[in-house]
């Protein structure tokens, strides 16, 4: 006879772990486990790491270590790929322009669009994080204002044995 019952789910077995049936359990320990689970937030862009993908969205009720996350190491750490260089006869628009444009791609489709902008007057470069970012934006740049396109490669430095080359782009107004 069973005269016993799991006191969560009211299943009736002889076969108790603590007053919980197996399955019942199995169940509290792979919460207590999620509970103890520590998970990485970018104290630099919000971001929460989740099943090794980061993330804006954020788990509750977690245990949280700040760290600051690949894009951001990169973003603050002076990394770029391209350098994408403003020469002739262009304006403050032009500028303001190069500006939104990668703004607006950081935002929505690719992190590493961030930027650093140098120079003045006559000679702006931009340093960007992404070659694929620097890439649209020249296109853009030329569809848009019709400016000439040049495109070199630098070797920058080796690293780790491999050569590590930067895009440069031209973009003459
Ligand atoms: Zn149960
Ligand atoms: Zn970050």
Avoid: P
Wanted: glycine share 6%; with cysteine; charged share 40%.
């Amino acid at each position: 006879m069973v005269s016993r019952f799991c006191f969560k789910c009211g299943k009736k077995t002889n076969k108790l772990i603590d007053g919980y049936c197996s399955t019942c359990y199995k169940q509290r320990k792979v919460k207590k486990k999620e509970k103890e689970k520590i998970y990485e937030l970018c104290k630099k862009c919000g971001y929460m790491k989740i099943n090794g993908k980061w993330t804006l969205q954020h788990k509750q009720n977690v245990k949280i270590k700040n760290v600051v996350c690949d894009v951001c190491s990169k973003k603050y750490g002076d990394y770029y790929e391209a350098i994408l260089q403003l020469r002739g006869d262009f304006q403050e628009r032009h500028v303001d322009f190069c500006k939104r444009f990668l703004n607006k791609l950081e935002r929505k489709e690719d992190r590493m669009a961030f930027f650093f902008l140098s120079g003045k007057n006559k000679e702006i470069d931009l340093k960007i994080g992404s070659k694929k970012a620097a890439k649209k934006l020249a296109k853009s740049l030329k569809n848009r204002y019709g400016c000439k396109i040049k495109k070199s490669y630098k070797l920058y430095s080796r690293k780790a044995g491999k050569n590590i080359v930067r895009d440069t782009i031209l973009c003459r107004f």
